[in-house]
């Protein structure tokens, strides 16, 4: 295990987690079904909820899409390094499972800025005896200083994978096809981008009326159309792999999604509508129920 950031202060980390506001990594969080938020976080995942009874497909369904296109770049592309922003808590499966399932020597970074995550880093970085695993605590506004630190770990002569998952709608336009073009430029030939992005394209009064109960908790929520998403990977030269740009449960699904052990009739009454969301079986999607697109792209 590296990184100067596992060295922090236990205190000062605490000083800095405020847990009286929301934070996205928490909010998807709790929709995974974890413990590791906050009240604040399960009241902003509740109002959305609320707002979207299956809105929770969006999010189990993007987190399906990472492990469907970290199993193509590692499995199928061979990529044996990844730079993975904006990460949020551990989960199953995270980037490095997936990748040192396919390559026990890949490395990877984790990339966010939120103390809580940091504070569970170590639970995250538990790679393979031969890969290597890190933790970066920074912001995605500072590409340069996530690419210098990145280095120490993975050698830029080489590909690398570099994951934007369900971040960029938390960035206003006029930065977040600047910070993209940064991070990509700064990648090797070979090199691929696994991006999903939210959008209103496709069942639009559910997402803005979520996107009114985050904006309303002061949280960035852009939601861009299928151009305006394709552009993160036209305007870097990218070229799309099959089937390019398309709706996340529609990304070479392959029904593998994990099924969770379903309790009994009378326990899973007595959850609320959040604790239902663990116990939920995320095949019966429909196209009514996705509002993320989803796309690998390869770097000439």
């Not at 899973?268 to 993320?292: H, P, Q, S, W």
Request: glycine residues 6%; aromatic residues 6%.
């Amino acid at each position: 295990m590296t990184g100067d950031a596992l060295a922090q202060d236990p205190e000062e980390l605490r000083k800095r987690i405020d847990s009286s506001r929301a934070h996205p990594a928490r909010v998807y969080d709790v929709f995974l079904g974890g413990k590791d938020h906050y009240p604040a976080d399960r009241d902003a995942a509740a109002a959305g909820l609320a707002a979207n009874p299956r809105g929770y497909l969006d999010v189990r369904h993007n987190r399906d899409f990472l492990r469907r296109a970290v199993t193509a770049v590692a499995a199928e592309d061979g990529i044996r390094q990844f730079l993975d922003i904006g990460t949020g808590l551990p989960t199953s499966e995270n980037v490095h499972q997936i990748a040192q399932r396919a390559h026990p020597d890949a490395r990877v970074v984790y990339v966010d800025n939120d103390p809580v995550v940091l504070a569970h880093a170590r639970a995250l970085l538990v790679s393979s005896p031969e890969g290597r695993t890190d933790y970066l605590d920074a912001d995605l506004r500072d590409p340069a200083r996530i690419l210098e630190e990145a280095a120490k770990t993975l050698d830029f002569d080489r590909p690398v994978a570099l994951c934007l998952v369900a971040v960029l709608h938390f960035v206003p336009d006029e930065e977040a096809y600047a910070i993209v073009r940064e991070l990509v430029g700064a990648l090797p030939s070979g090199s691929r981008l696994i991006l999903s992005h939210l959008t209103d394209d496709l069942n639009p009064e559910n997402i803005r009326a979520v996107q009114r109960t985050y904006t309303d908790r002061g949280f960035t929520f852009v939601l861009r159309s299928h151009a305006d998403v394709e552009r993160f990977f036209t305007d870097n030269s990218l070229t799309l792999a099959e089937p390019s740009v398309v709706p996340v449960h529609r990304w070479r699904p392959d029904r593998a999604a994990p099924v969770p052990d379903r309790p009994d009739a009378a326990y899973l009454a007595g959850l609320d509508d959040i604790e239902k969301i663990r116990y939920r079986d995320i095949n019966d999607v429909t196209d009514a129920d996705i509002n993320v697109y989803g796309g690998l792209g390869v770097k000439a």
